[in-house]
C-alpha cells in the first residue's frame, strides 16, 4: 500500500511563508495525481491544491487566492506546496494524497486512495 509523507509543517507569523513536502513511495507516484487537503478541528477535510501527474494541470480551492502554489519533483518522488501570506486561518493539519485513475487532477476527496499522516501547520495572528 502507497504510503505518502508529509514534512516542512510548523508554526509561523500572519503574513509568513511556508512549503510543505510530499513524498513518494516509488516511482509509481510519479505517475499518480498528487492533491494536499487540510482539516481544522471540528471541520470536514477540505481541499486545498492538485496536479496531474506531469505537472501540466493544477488546481486551487477558492480560498487559496494565489497565495498557494503546487509543484511536483518527479526525479525525487515529491510533490511541494508552497505557501505565502499565510492566515491564522490557514491553521491546520495538512495532508497530501494520490489519486492513481485520474488524467487530470480533481478536488473530489474520495479520488484520493493514498494518504500521509498530515502535518501541522500553526499561523499565529
Known amino acids: 500500500q502507497e504510503r505518502l509523507a508529509e514534512s516542512g509543517g510548523g508554526l509561523v507569523h500572519a503574513d509568513d511563508s511556508l512549503r510543505l513536502s510530499c513524498a513518494g513511495p516509488?516511482?509509481?507516484?510519479?505517475?499518480?495525481?498528487v492533491g494536499w487537503f487540510r482539516q481544522s478541528p471540528g471541520k470536514e477535510r477540505e481541499f486545498v491544491a492538485a496536479i496531474s501527474w506531469n505537472a501540466d494541470t493544477t488546481l486551487y480551492g477558492d480560498f487559496t487566492e494565489g497565495r498557494f502554489s503546487i509543484s511536483r519533483l518527479n526525479a525525487e518522488h515529491t510533490v511541494f506546496l508552497q505557501m505565502k501570506n499565510l492566515k491564522p486561518e490557514d491553521t491546520a493539519v495538512y495532508y497530501c494524497?494520490?489519486?492513481?485513475?485520474?488524467?487530470?487532477?480533481?478536488?473530489?476527496?474520495?479520488?484520493?486512495?493514498?494518504w500521509g499522516q498530515g502535518t501541522q501547520v500553526t499561523v499565529s495572528s
Open positions: 494524497a494520490a489519486d492513481p485513475h485520474s488524467i487530470t487532477p480533481t478536488s473530489a476527496i474520495e479520488k484520493y486512495l493514498y
Open positions: 516509488n516511482d509509481d507516484f510519479n505517475s499518480y495525481a
